[in-house]
């Protein structure tokens, strides 16, 4: 079975830096880790294994941390589920370089997501649900005041965020 893996914080700002070619290696070391791809430097990865979703994060956790010693929390999510996630995009009609999903490592609580809507800035809009905050920003993701961390302290839940042009390359990949 095909697992998308996102990795938190790799080689974002010089922190915790992982040569892909090295995650791949180390990975692949693994008997039950097959057919290792990465995409781009953020930490997308690829994989086929029998292990279910959360052993196959785990694995993986524990084998950067053994090889690299980086504590890096990892998500996987098949190819079905990230298809859902960008069918139910509540943004897709707006410019593909303005649509970014926050992928969140478990489910807030209901009184975080309603300190996190709370919030309003101008040219920002955000829909929370159970597993992804889908995310707006009119003016572009740099000009932004909600990031990543934002939504992390807010929302009091781990969380990585990916662009379309990424989500639609992983959705690919896991074919």
Same mark, same amino acid.
């Given at each position: ?70 504590? *890096? ?6 190819? $079905?589920?990230? =298809? +859902?996630?960008? /069918?139910? @995009?509540?943004?897709? #009609? ?15 609580k209901q009184e975080d ?18 597993? *992804? ?6 003016? $572009?993701?740099? =000009? +932004?005041?909600? /990031?990543? @961390?934002?939504?992390? #302290? ?22």
């Open positions: 079975m095909k697992h998308v893996c996102l990795l938190r914080g790799v080689n974002v700002s010089g922190s915790n830096k992982i040569k892909m070619a090295e995650l791949r290696e180390a990975l692949e070391s693994e008997v039950e880790l097959n057919n290792v791809q990465t995409y781009i430097q953020s930490g997308n990865i690829i994989l086929d294994s029998e292990l279910d979703k959360n052993e196959v994060s785990k694995k993986v956790h524990q084998l950067i941390k053994k090889s690299f010693g980086f504590d *890096v929390p990892v998500l996987t999510l098949s190819q $079905g589920e990230l =298809k +859902a996630i960008k /069918s139910a @995009n509540p943004y897709s #009609n707006s410019d593909i370089k303005k649509q970014y999903f926050v992928f969140l490592y478990s489910k807030p997501i309603e300190n996190l809507t709370s919030i309003s800035y101008t040219n920002e809009e955000f829909t929370i649900t159970n597993t *992804v905050v889908y995310y707006h920003p009119k003016e $572009g993701y740099g =000009k +932004a005041k909600l /990031s990543n @961390n934002v939504f992390e #302290n807010k929302l009091k839940v781990t969380a990585t965020a990916r662009n379309l042009n990424t989500l639609e390359t992983l959705i690919k990949l896991a074919q």
